[in-house]
Nanobody, 122 residues
Framework: QVQLVESGGGLVQAGGSLRLSCAAS????????MGWFRQAPAKEREFVVA??????GYGESAKGRFTIATDNAKNTVYLQMNSLKPEDTAIYYC?????????????????WGQGTQVTVSS
């Protein structure tokens, strides 16, 4: 059974940084694409960034400020978030794709974590 467990969320002031982690189990991690999405209150879930074999794609909100990385030895994907803004406040979810490529489409992912809250104060 695949499990994804996020951690690293919290409260940070505008301009600060956070690093989210997502530990995966139950699948050969390196064979599957991974993605980060977020959902702010009263808003639709939004694509943040995805990584796969030879591919990294960033959503508009993440370009220039967020970085995704994986550690295959630890079956973990990271989201480094810098220069955080109040509008980055959301629940952040990691997801594992059905194949080695997930991209920005939610239906490409079949497993999701429980989410971790990120709150950025002004």
């Amino acid at each position: 059974q695949v499990q994804l467990v996020e951690s690293g969320g919290g409260l940070v002031q505008a301009g600060g940084s956070l690093r989210l982690s997502c530990a995966a189990s139950g699948r050969t991690f390196s064979n599957y694409g991974m993605g980060w999405f977020r959902q702010a209150p009263a808003k639709e879930r939004e694509f943040v960034v995805a990584i796969g074999r030879g591919y990294i794609g960033y959503g508009e909100s993440a370009k220039g400020r967020f970085t995704i990385a994986t550690d295959n030895a630890k079956n973990t994907v990271y989201l480094q978030m810098n220069s955080l803004k109040p509008e980055d406040t959301a629940i952040y979810y990691c997801a594992m794709a059905r194949t080695s490529f997930g991209g920005a489409i939610e239906n490409s992912y079949d497993y999701w974590g429980q989410g971790t809250q990120v709150t950025v104060s002004s």
